[in-house]
């Protein structure tokens, strides 16, 4: 299973923050080049984006704390 681990864990929270990044740049990066201009919809995925990373950092946080986590699943 994914995330039995920790570095699984972290390597999961890096690699799917890593992915919404790139997707979000070439998104942007290929309205420019079309010179097809922004508009609200291509704003709203930086709020998303920024949400990925928060909820990777919280992943690994979240990995860190897990003897606490062990505890109230006992």
Not at 41 to 61: E, K, N, R, S
């Amino acid at each position: 299973m994914l995330g039995e681990t920790p570095g699984k864990m972290y390597a999961l929270a890096v690699v799917l923050s890593a992915l919404a990044t790139v997707a979000t740049g070439l998104r942007f990066y290929a309205r420019y080049i079309k010179k097809a201009g922004f508009s609200w919809d291509d704003y709203t995925v930086l709020p998303a984006l920024f949400f990925t990373i928060v909820t990777g950092i919280c992943m690994i946080i979240g990995e860190d704390l897990r003897p606490l986590a062990l505890e109230f699943s006992r």
